[in-house]
């Protein structure tokens, strides 16, 4: 389920419109009035939430060699290299 933002349409010059939120299912269409007060309303596209820009501006640096079985760059458990039997 989402939730999406709606408004009003206002129906006079100067009017403000009046914003609410609806949980809905992706699949559910659009509404097209207020489900209280039977107003004509329009979903408001947003960018969603994000932290962008935050901290340092410099890139990461490369890692010096790509990782292989049993590094120690992950928080999970080792794995033991694949030895060759022979």
Not at 3 to 8: N, P
Not at 30 to 36: F, G, T, Y
Not at 57 to 79: L, V
Request: contains cysteine; hydrophobic residues 35%.
């Amino acid at each position: 389920m989402a939730t999406y933002v709606y408004e009003t349409i206002p129906r006079q010059p100067g009017e403000a419109p009046q914003r609410f939120e609806v949980v809905q299912s992706m699949k559910d269409a659009p509404l097209a009035r207020h489900p209280d007060t039977g107003e004509p309303v329009r979903r408001i596209i947003s960018g969603g939430f994000g932290l962008m820009g935050v901290g340092d501006k410099t890139p990461a640096a490369a890692p010096a060699a790509p990782c292989t079985p049993g590094c120690a760059c992950h928080n999970g458990p080792r794995i033991p290299a694949i030895s060759n039997p022979g």
